[in-house]
């Protein structure tokens, strides 16, 4: 009996114990590190990216003025024939064509003789007219013929000049049909092509809603994948008034001076152009800032404690952001450590 009175006591004692509330045990709330930075006014630019392809801004292509046997000249610089790649200058002898028959036929020689007969008989008539012995028409049918000469010689001189050719402008050879020498080219052949890039121009589409912000004259940074360390500078130097309507965009024509010739014809390169800047802004990292259904919010330290702010944004770039409203200068904004925090959040400051 005294066994089942204490085993019932002592049930009775451990479903009381159960019944009991636990004691809560004490929360820490832990530090959470962060490195944070003052916030400073400074300033902001907003750029628009266009792509295109840089062109030589001047370019010619020479071809045969008259058909016959091709003889290429040597480049002066480099004692040899021309080839693909050279760098030539304006004037310097190209080719040459010979054809005995069309040279005979122009016959330049006579029509020097002509034009020296013509002088002569000119001037005897103008001293035989002051002593009254010829008419004034006379005189005048006698400069007539001199006048006809000089033209008779000058197109026979034009004529030969046809056989010859120099570089027509300074530049490098882009382009180069091979001819074995002293073969027979029809009139029309092509001959090459120069290009001189050592200034470009680049046609690019910009978005309708930069229209009323990029003027002519504006700067323009450009780039190119094959040449990253490298940016050249350049202008706007036209720009179209229409939209298309199928890409809401307009033309422009990009100008710049290529002096190393870095970029070559055709190449794909990027244009930055500046659309709009704004000066003594709060401006923080894109970066730091957390976005969701509530907003756009970022963080600041307070006596060790982060709070947190919603913040009103305007224009920016690659990185940055303007900050309309929800942070003020000189405040503690952080910068580290951002992405775990809640409102009064209690942290740590990291040097």
Partial sequence: MKKHIYLIGFTLLALFACDQPEEESPRIDIAAPVSIDQIKTDKLSRYTIATGNAMADK???????????????????????YKLGDRVKAGQAFMEIKDKEYVNAISLESKKMNLELAEKTLQKQRSVFEKG???????????????????DLENAEIRLEKLKMDIPISGVIVEFPHYTPNSIIQQGAPLGK??????????????????NEIKIGQGVQITNYSVPDDTLSGKITEISPAIDISTRTYLAKVRFNNPNLLIRPGMFVKTLIKVKQKNDIIIIPKEIIISDQRGK???VVE????????????????????VLSGLKENERLVVKGFETLRDKSKVKVLK
């Avoid at 120069?194 to 229209?211: A, F, R």
């Fill in 133 to 151: 012995g010829v008419t004034e028409r006379e005189v005048k049918n006698a400069e007539l013929q001199v006048t006809t000469a000089k033209n």
């Fill in 297 to 299: 919010r970022v963080f």
């Fill in 194 to 211: 120069i290009m001189n890039y050592s200034k470009m121009y680049i046609d690019v589409n910009l978005p309708e809603n930069t229209m």
């Fill in 59 to 81: 370019e010619m292509e020479m071809s045969a003025k008259l058909g016959g046997e091709f003889i290429l000249k040597n480049h002066p610089q480099y004692n040899r024939p």
């Fill in 303 to 322: 006596e060790n404690t982060a709070f947190e702010r919603i913040i009103e944004t305007g224009i920016e770039n690659d990185d940055m952001i303007e």
